[in-house]
């Protein structure tokens, strides 16, 4: 969950202004509920892969199956672009000129993307081990800020005045849909189920305490990053941690806090290349993907779903870099949002079928079912209308590819 949201959202957040914290609010509060949802789901469908996609086809069939699997996909690759942009915008920190010139942001997002492909040609072990120290790393330099910056905040900067041109309800609705970006992989440790000892407890578990420390981390971060910069400074900023860090560390500390960012970006990134990969392979192999998808090398990756994954997520970078890049990075987690909606929303159906079918429900269950239905319907609404005809044109080229992969197949 943490890499480029949480390293870049407080400048999408600042358009708003101090309204944005009740934005993160919001958003924890419906993240965590969907966490709570997949560990259940952990619970009754242990040693599975796929995630959202698995427990989707286990309780409700192929087509719904694949229309999650195809919707989760996109936000992975969607999420890819984005992370790529944040990755830019803090290189920008040590040359300029990337961020100037669009070309360059065009050519560093592109290549960063393929450099983290090249490295998910490994083995899942290799990547597993590396991604557990990049995490170490990444808490790191929000740590710093938070239990250094503390000391140094003008209480009186931090507030909940709505600096946009919309009513109290449009502003939290916009904010909590941008925040729920960073939260997205919540879920992730579902995907690899079957790879995972132990999978019924330990799944569920890693998913409500990766919440629990993620929403301490980022509502404490934000809160100090309003407090060291003022709204019209962290608006312009394409590197906020690494701005408000050097408020009391001095320009060292901003390129310290700015090299610690480039790495959990490029973390962030590998994590989600890893799925990427993962997501179709388990498509796959229920036979309701292309094939070439599954292929794989001698590291038992499947290298070509990789490919086309991060060949999509490129064309994505620069489909929309003739915006500013807080815009595309803003546009992008509204649309990687908006894709994996629809897996959280059968997830959650999935679960509620599941209890019913068991005589397992209880009011505990029906309360967090309905509570985290409306959130993920509240946040359909929060994309905007631009990003939601993106999604279902998205989501009609899956069920037509759907229509054409079966009847090919018969």
């Not at 069939?61 to 942009?85: L, Q």
């Not at 040359?95 to 040609?121: D, R």
Request: with cysteine; net charge positive; aromatic share 12%.
């Amino acid at each position: 969950m943490v890499g480029s949201g949480i390293f870049l959202l407080p400048a999408s957040l600042a358009l708003y202004g101090g309204i944005s914290l009740l934005g993160w609010v919001f958003s924890a509060v419906g993240a965590f509920t969907l966490a709570v949802v997949f560990k259940g789901l952990a619970a009754e469908f242990p040693n599975v892969h796929g995630g959202p996609y698995a427990y989707t086809q286990k309780v409700f069939g192929d087509f719904a199956a694949f229309i999650v699997g195809w919707g989760y996909w996109i936000s992975i690759w969607c999420t890819n672009a984005a992370i790529a942009v944040a990755f830019v915008g803090y290189l920008g920190l040590f040359i300029p000129e990337v961020v100037e010139q669009k070309i360059l942001s065009i050519l560093t997002g592109v290549s960063v993307i393929w450099l983290c492909s090249a490295v998910n040609f490994s083995s899942l072990l290799m990547i597993s081990r590396l991604q557990k120290w990049i995490t170490i790393l990444k808490i790191t330099p929000i740590l710093a800020l938070i239990c250094i910056g503390v000391w140094y905040v003008d209480w009186q900067m931090i507030n909940l005045n709505n600096l946009s041109d919309t009513n109290l309800f449009q502003s939290i609705t916009a904010t909590t849909t941008l925040a729920l970006f960073a939260f997205l992989g919540l879920e992730s440790a579902t995907i690899n189920s079957n790879s995972t000892r132990d999978s019924a407890k330990t799944v569920g578990k890693a998913g409500v305490l990766a919440m629990s420390i993620t929403t301490l981390l980022y509502l404490s971060s934000s809160v100090v990053i309003f407090g060291l910069l003022p709204m019209s400074t962290l608006q312009e900023s394409t590197a906020p941690f690494a701005d408000a860090s050097a408020v009391f560390m001095g320009n060292t500390a901003q390129y310290i806090i700015g090299i610690m960012a480039l790495i959990v970006t490029l973390g962030a990134l590998n994590g989600w290349i890893l799925i990427q990969g993962q997501v179709p392979l388990a498509m796959v192999n229920d036979k309701l993907f292309p094939s070439f998808f599954g292929v794989k090398n001698k590291k038992n990756a499947p290298y070509l779903g990789i490919i086309i994954s991060s060949f999509l997520a490129s064309i994505v970078l620069i489909f929309r870099y003739s915006d500013s890049l807080i815009q595309v990075f803003s546009f992008m987690m509204n649309l990687s949002t908006l894709s994996v909606l629809t897996p959280f929303i059968m997830s959650i159906l999935s679960l509620a079928m599941c209890l019913s079918n068991q005589n397992k429900s209880s009011r505990s269950h029906n309360i967090l079912i309905g509570f985290s239905l409306l959130f993920c319907i509240w946040m359909i609404y929060g994309v905007g209308l631009e990003v939601f005809l993106y999604g279902m044109g998205l989501i009609g080229i899956g069920i037509i590819l759907y229509l054409i992969f079966k009847t090919a197949k018969r």
